[in-house]
Every structure is written in structure tokens, then in C-alpha cells.
């Protein structure tokens, strides 16, 4: 196994994983829970 090679698969790794996170966040089930964590700051005790 070459350098090269070992960087193409952290590289296709880092991606599957970044898009893994992009569908996470935009996923219909969790709109919900971050609309809450949004107005967290502006709540008022």
C-alpha cells in the first residue's frame, strides 16, 4: 500500500462522513430538537 493510497482513503473517509453529518443535520427528525436549541439563548428566567 502506497502513501497515495492511504491518503485516498482518508480522503473518500473524511467524505462519507462529512456528508454523513450534512444528512444528520438537515434530517426531518431533528428540525425540532435544533428549532428548540435556537431559542434557548433568547429564554428569559
Given at each position: 500500500?502506497?502513501?497515495?493510497?492511504?491518503?485516498?482513503?482518508?480522503?473518500?473517509?473524511?467524505?462519507?462522513?462529512?456528508?454523513?453529518?450534512?444528512?444528520?443535520?438537515?434530517s426531518?427528525?431533528?428540525k425540532?430538537?435544533f428549532?428548540?436549541?435556537?431559542?434557548?439563548?433568547?429564554?428569559?428566567?
Amino acid at each position: 500500500m502506497d502513501v497515495n493510497d492511504l491518503r485516498v482513503v482518508t480522503t473518500l473517509l473524511a467524505f462519507v462522513v462529512f456528508v454523513g453529518i450534512m444528512v444528520w443535520a438537515y434530517s426531518a427528525r431533528n428540525k425540532e430538537d435544533f428549532e428548540a436549541a435556537s431559542k434557548l439563548p433568547l429564554d428569559q428566567d
